[in-house]
C-alpha cells in the first residue's frame, strides 16, 4: 500500500518507507505528484542520451545509478528504483532523495539552489560555502542560538517563481545530515535523528522545519567557514554586476542535466528570477555566528 | 589532455610553483593575485567537482567508496579541461584502490612533477599550517601506513592518504607515471635551472627570460607582502600566515635532537630511494 510525503515541494506517492520525511494525506493536491516506485532498470547504451560518468539524460526519461548500490529511471511521471539489497534502506533513501529527486523535479520545470537555508522572520536565508565547508551547521547554529529561525533545507532548496516571478523558497523536510563534531558544536544530543548507514556517524537530525514556501531572501555564500573568519577578506567584487545571475545558474543542483533536458530556457528565466529578486551577499563572521553557543 | 600532478607533502612549496606557472602563463597580470590565480587550483581531493559531476551529497560514501569513484572523475575532468595545461594540486600519496587501480591514473594519460622539500623544513612550516605543536606534527610525519579512521567527518576535500613523510615521496618515484623531481631548496638558491627544468617537463616553451621573469614576479617576499595586504584564501585559520617565512634551514634551529633524528631517518630512506632510482 502506498503512502505519500513532503518532499521540496512535491508530493512522493510511494510505496517504500522514507521515516526522514512528513507524511501527507493522500488527498493533499496542493502539491505536485512524483511517484516512486521499485522495478528492475536497465541502463541504456543508446547514444540517444547525453551521459555523464554515472548518468544519462534525455529529454523525456533519464537515469542515474551508482554501481553496486542503486540504478534509477526518471520521467515526468516518477522515479523507478532498482537497488541492491545487500545496502541499507537508510543509504538508497538518501540517494533517491538527491539526484533522482533533482531530475524529477527539473522534468517538473523545478530547480533547486544547493544550498542550506533557514526561515528569518518572514523570508528565506540561505547558506552556500563549498562542499563540506559548515553550511548545514551554519543553518543549524541559525535555528540552535537564533530568535525563531526554522530549518528550509539542507541540500536542496526548490525554488519555484511566484507572482512578478518572486522567488519562493520551499521547505526540504528532511532534516539536516550532521556529523559528531558539528552536532556536538550546536548541541542535538537530544533532538531526535535518524542513522544513515550503519558505517558512518553522520546522522540525519530532525530539526524545528518550516512548513510553507516563503520568498527567498538573501543568500550568503563563503568559501568555507574557517575562510569568513578572516576578517582581511573582504572580497566585494564577487557579487558584483551579473554575478548574481551567474551564482544562481552555477549553484543549481543538477545544472549539467538542464540542457539536455530540454529546460533551459525555464532555467534561464528562473536564475534571472533570483538574481533580481533576491539579494546574494558575502558571508560575513559575525552575521552567522552573532551568538555563540 | 595530459594530466600532469603537481605532487608534493603539504607545505613543499606547491602552491608557490602554481603561483610562478601562472606568472609564467600570464606576465601580462603579473604579479598575478594569488587570491585569484588564472589557472586553476583544483585540487584532486576537492569534493566540489566531484559532487557537482556524479550529482550527489559524497558524505553518503565512506572515504573508500568516494576514493574509487575518483579515476573516473579525474579523466572526466582531463577530458573537459579548457586551460593550457592541466596541471593538479595533489597531496595524496601515489596509492592503489582495493580493486588494484592507482587512485591517481596510470601513465600515458597522467605524469608527476614532484616536489621535494627538506622534511625538517616541512614539520616547522606544516605544524604552523596544522596547528599543532612541532612534536605531533613529526610524529603524524613519521606514522606509516594509511590512516584508517577517516569516516569520522568531511571537510571540503575528501580524505588524504598522506602516509609518512618518506612513504609519501617513495609512493611518488616508484609509481609507474613519468616522475619529475625538483628540490624546494633549488627553487630557492638554484631558481631558474630549477624551474627550467619543471618548464621543460611540463613541455611549456618559454625561454629563459620569461621564465626569469616569473620567478622574479613570484618572489617570497612579494607573496609575503600581497598576503599582509589582502589575506590569502589557503590560510590555514585567523592571524596564521600562509606565506610564513619560506627559508630553507629552519627547522634545524627549531626542532629538538629528537625530532631531528627522527625525520633524519625519513630522509635517509629517501636519499637512499633518489640514489638507486637515480632521478635526481
Redesign the interface.
Known sequence: MNSCYYYCGFKLDTALEFPELRHLESDEIEFRTISIRTGKVSIPTSNEFYSGPNWAIGPNESYWWLDGVLRSRITLEGVTIDASRRVSAGLVRALILEAPMIMAMQYHDAFCLAVSAVTEGNSVRAFRFLPGGGSSTAAGWQIRYGDNYTLVSDTLLMVSLGAQDQPLAWPQGSGLLLWPKSRSLLKLEDFPMLEVRSELPLRRVMLPSADRALPLGKIETAAMYRRIRQSLQEDTNLLKARKPFRFAALRTAGRLWIDPMGRSEEHFRWCLAIAKNSKIEKASHDNLYSQEG | MQTYWLASYPKSGNTWFRIFLANLLYPDRAPVDP?QLPISNLIASA??P???????????L?SEESAC?RP??DR?IADDWQGKICLRKVHDAYTFLPNGQPLLGRPPGYKALYILRDPWDVAVSAANHWGLSIEDTVDRMCRRGPNKNQ???????FPQQLLSWSEHVLSWLHSPLEVCLIRYEDMHINALATFRKAVKFLSLQYDDRCIEQAIRASEFKNLQKLEAE??F?E????GAKFFRKGIPGEGLTLLSTDELEKLQDQRKIVNQAILSIGVD
Open positions: 587570491n569534493r566540489g566531484f559532487e557537482e559531476i556524479m550529482g550527489f551529497n559524497s558524505s553518503l565512506t569513484l573516473t572523475l572526466l569516516d569520522t567527518n568531511a571537510t571540503e576535500q589582502g589575506g584564501i590560510s590555514p585559520r585567523q
